[in-house]
RNA sequence: UGACCCAUGGUGUAAUUGGCAACACGCCAGAUUUUGGUUCUGGAAUUCAAGGUUCAAGUCCUUGUGGGUCAGCCA
């Protein structure tokens, strides 16, 4: 080992926002607090995305001792849904984080925003817009033209009151009214062209129910938000940067503490062949091309662990994408790395053919049965073994017989031999075929010699999975493959939208034969099926009717090279 | 002909803050293997461009180029 490693004991490198947390420890700001919080509105389900967001924040609160909270964003009752928040609620404990003290509401703020809203009114810093929607679009000019006064931008300090708190009591419908901040029309940023911070919606809020017809906008609720909860770090997405300057104005108008929350922003993920916008997603699901947010095929967290990902492995996922500020796009690759490394140590080998062939060992007497012992986890010696039962006839993989093999080939083939797994080795002594030429049964004899465990010193190359076919329960398997084609599923042809890149094959059903070890497997158990892949028991299954879900194939450098 | 942000192998992220460009995934080759898995060994591949400062530039300066965000009464 040089010297150069001995002085740096596995020190891992910050990324830029641990550097600001770092500096702002060490100049002794915020009384050395570090609290951070995860702001989801609770308008759709969380996603891969997300959970990114999610380990940042709480692990940054982990990392430093500090705290954070899982506050919900709902300033928008039209979207907003309490299935929402309780799937929200369920991802994040499931991911493994826990919230400070409880969730945390926008909505809790309702009566401290309105009472801030009239401040900045008092102030002279906020007015009421009579102009319609169209007409302060039109009016904000565009990034390269500054934007023109409101002709209502002058109203005096006792009718903006006055029109406020009527529009509060319901005197106006939605649209007629909107309560603007006083800041600059000519501003190159185009959010401090007097946004609006309070607008005029008739609806249900699924926590305040009928209490308001008015609400908060985002950039007024949510900054405050931070500085009521006592953020010290809120840290966004990237498209928020341009917002920065509106969130400080508001804290900077409305409190005359030295205590400042900072926004930070960072970039999202982004994955390739799928999409993350919620919007994209609401779709997949209301347009029935999945069945469901929580469908195997979805970068939903719900999704995700449906299909069998483990907490861990999407969190050892998001440490391993890196926090920085430039767009990304992640290869799907990467997240598949981490559940098969996860998996791969943590659950057992089981054995299921997906796609039976029979063979018959004629040299096997008829009605014996045997139980062959077998390791659980060659990774972990302390997962034990278990027996499987061995019988005259069998069914193995059909792509595991050739009868005209290419090179390098060692599975079965005509007079070839191979072993079973945790078994004999047999040898190819006939091929039965339909009318139709299909191959449909291979007859085999078996060596007695050749048991697992004895110490025949016979090798051969192939070693092949098995089941009993007496013995073998049936089971549903649901093979999954991407959602999209396209690996970017928004290219595409003129007049097209993504929902053309759908991949038609991103579910294909099977009947399997499973082991009878298998017969009591609960809802979420995870299997790694000997030489497929990782699988898990599906919300569908039931005692008698056991359904799977591929979660990811193993790796295979087989069907690489012979496509 | 605006403001702001970003630019390092195929992908993502680092580089002790001006001192030998590395880590992970992927890819290729080999070894091991009763999973064509796992594990192990080796390999190919990187600083957007041009100038400048400096003994020394991925890092600092200038000018370009390319990409992104912003014109909701969404978040």
Not at 432 to 440: E, G, W
Not at 482 to 498: A, H, I, K, Q, S
């Amino acid at each position: 080992m040089s010297s150069k490693e001995e002085e740096k004991p596995g020190k891992k490198a910050l990324n830029f926002i641990e550097e600001i947390i770092e500096e702002d420890l060490r100049t002794g700001k915020n009384e050395g607090r570090v609290h951070t919080r995860f702001p989801p509105e609770p308008n759709g389900y969380l996603h891969i995305g997300h959970a990114k967001s999610i380990c940042l924040n709480f692990g940054l609160a982990e990392k430093y001792n500090g705290l954070c909270n899982l506050r919900f964003d709902d300033t928008n009752p039209a979207k907003e849904e309490v299935e929402y928040v309780d799937s929200i609620l369920e991802d994040v404990k499931w991911l493994g984080f826990q919230w400070h003290d409880k969730p945390y509401y926008a909505s809790d703020y309702f009566d401290q925003l309105y009472a801030w809203a009239v401040k900045l009114i008092l102030d002279g810093k906020a007015y009421v817009d009579d102009q319609t929607a169209e007409e302060i679009a039109a009016n904000r000019g565009t990034p390269t033209r500054p934007g023109n006064e409101s002709p209502f931008k002058n109203r005096s300090v006792e009718e903006n009151l006055q029109l406020f708190e009527q529009m509060k009591n319901g005197e106006y419908k939605d649209g007629e009214k909107v309560l603007r901040a006083k800041i600059d029309m000519s501003s190159p940023n185009m959010h401090l062209r007097d946004p609006a911070i309070y607008r005029i919606k008739h609806a249900e809020h699924h926590r305040t129910g009928n209490k308001w017809c008015i609400y908060p906008m985002y950039d007024f609720a949510h900054g405050e938000s931070d500085y009521l909860e006592g953020i010290t770090h809120s840290v966004c997405t990237l498209e928020f940067e341009v917002h920065r300057p509106l969130y400080d104005w508001f804290i900077s108008n409305l409190v005359e503490t030295e205590y400042r929350p900072r926004q930070i922003e960072f970039a999202r993920l982004n994955l390739n062949y799928t999409v993350m916008s919620k919007r994209k997603l609401l779709t997949l699901v209301k347009e029935k091309y999945v069945n469901g947010w929580d469908d195997p095929r979805m970068p939903t967290i719900s999704g995700l662990r449906r299909r069998g990902f483990s907490p861990e492995s999407i969190r050892n996922f998001a440490e391993k994408v890196g926090v920085a500020k430039r767009d990304n796009v992640i290869d799907v690759g990467l997240l598949e790395f981490c559940v098969r490394e996860d998996l791969n140590r943590k659950v057992p080998r089981v054995m299921a053919v997906l796609d039976p062939l029979k063979i018959v060992i004629i040299n096997y007497p008829v009605d014996q049965v045997e139980y062959l012992e077998i390791e659980n986890n060659p990774e972990d010696e302390k997962m034990g073994k278990r027996e499987m039962p061995f019988s005259r006839e069998i069914y193995i993989e059909k792509a595991d017989f050739m009868e005209d093999p290419p090179k390098k080939y060692f599975r079965l083939i005509p007079g070839g031999e191979v072993r079973l797994k945790a078994g004999y080795i047999i040898k190819c002594e006939n091929i039965i075929k339909n009318d139709a030429a299909d191959v449909t049964e291979v007859h085999c004899s078996y060596d007695p010699e050749t048991k697992s465990g004895s110490d025949s010193s016979r090798k051969v190359k192939g070693t092949l999975h098995w089941v009993s076919a007496t013995h073998a329960l049936d089971a549903e398997v649901r093979l999954y493959d991407r959602l999209f084609l396209n690996e970017n599923p928004d290219d595409v042809d003129e007049g097209m939208d993504y929902k053309s890149n759908i991949n038609p094959e991103s579910l294909r059903m099977v009947h399997a034969k499973v082991e009878p070890g298998l017969e009591s497997a609960q809802v979420l158990d995870k299997f790694q099926f000997q030489r497929l892949g990782y699988f898990c028991v599906d919300m569908d299954s039931k005692p008698g009717k056991l359904v799977f879900n591929r979660t990811v194939t193993l790796r295979d450098s087989w069907v690489k090279k012979n496509p």
